[in-house]
């Protein structure tokens, strides 16, 4: 994928996606689009923001302030202590930055997709998951050397990148600090401590630990736990060892995903989902 500039005598584009969905408790097949790009800076509209007020439908709402349209399909949903929930995710809004190049500054402009450089199209998310988020802040003199500052935030499966006051170097040992004790500034109550640099073990209100820097797994305090494997198989501590997972994904982008889970008889069911891309102008020189 690329980043188009804008400036003189160029021309801005977008790549449209089109996402066609069979959705586990459909029949029909579900078509629908959404602009997104790759993005290296997130964009602080995306996602269900705190306080914000949104409308919209079954699948899809928009953020009535910014604009942005929220997608999530659901592909498996089962009841548990840790509810699983598990559906394809994006954001429709464009916004631009502004990025030091060697020749000057150059406007940026780009889709949200899900957020951050993974963040293409629709992305498939656990509903209490979340992940870090950096972004370089200035370089100060430490161990004599160059120090990069990274500020960071959380951000959770709906692509919304919730702020901390939580900083961290790239020196070793470098000038800053592990940060533990974190808290999001926006009252959506993630917390989280680091473990490196670019790491840490974050907790959302409820007290889950909702991404582990050492493994792939999401845990109460109560030892119940969501996990999951580089193959692309779910599961929770309420299905038995040895029988099937609660949610099997395989494929590649732009292939067919296949989703295959257990249905209400205990026989294996497999749904696909096709994934195409076109391109699309959106806006030139002539506006």
Known sequence: MSVFYVGEGRRTSFALFSLFVRAISLTS??????LSTMGAQSDPAAGILPFSTQAG???????VATGNVFFKIPIRSKSGT???NYALVSNSHAYTY???TPDGNE???EVSGIGGVAGIGFQGQLSVGA???STLAETIPC????DYVYKWSIVDSTGAAHPTNAETDSQSPGCFPLPQGVVTTDGSGYTANFTGKFSANIYDKAGREVSNSSASEISDPDGNEISWSSAGNYNDTLVPSGTPYVLSVSGTNPATYAYTYTNSAGNPQTVNVQVNYSTYDVQTNFG
């Open 107 to 109: 406007t940026l402009i």
């Open 131 to 133: 992940r870090l988020e």
């Open 29 to 34: 097949l579900l078509s629908f689009a959404l």
């Open 57 to 63: 439908g079954q699948i899809d709402s928009v953020d």
């Open 98 to 100: 502004v990025l030091s």
């Open 82 to 84: 840790i509810p699983f």
């Open 143 to 146: 161990d004599n050397g160059t």
